[in-house]
């Protein structure tokens, strides 16, 4: 049984801000790398950025300077602060460890879509 359970997406209007949360259970968190992955309508899911255990990060270009992810290695959950958001951040984002778990093992997502 997947344990990833992602939440804080919703419908935000360009220029706005969410944070993302995903708790997941010990065995798939700890001392693990965790991503935040997105996947739009048509398109393939793509790392959005990932941290290691011991804190240091990475962005893909297009959100770099717009987001911040981070972990809280007590209660097993990483966030994703997204700021001054862009209608092309419209999409469903998961978490997961990086790489990805085997055998296609994800959570159900949550929904964040940009529009005016």
């Known amino acids: 049984q997947v344990q990833l359970v992602e939440s804080g997406g919703g419908l935000v209007q360009p220029g706005g801000s969410l944070r993302l949360s995903c708790a997941a259970s010990g065995s798939i968190f700890s001392g693990k790398v965790m991503g935040w992955y997105r996947q739009a309508p048509g398109k393939q899911r793509e790392l959005v950025a990932f941290?290691?255990?011991?804190?240091?990060?990475h962005y893909v270009d297009s959100v770099k300077g717009r987001f911040t992810i981070s972990r809280d290695n007590a209660k097993n959950t990483v966030y994703l602060q997204m700021n001054s958001l862009k209608p092309e951040d419209t999409a469903v984002y998961y978490c997961?460890?990086?790489?990805?778990?085997?055998?296609?093992?994800w959570g159900q997502g949550t929904q964040v879509s940009v529009s005016s």
């Open positions: 997961n460890t990086m790489p990805p778990l085997p055998g296609g093992r």
């Open positions: 941290i290691t255990s011991g804190g240091i990060t």
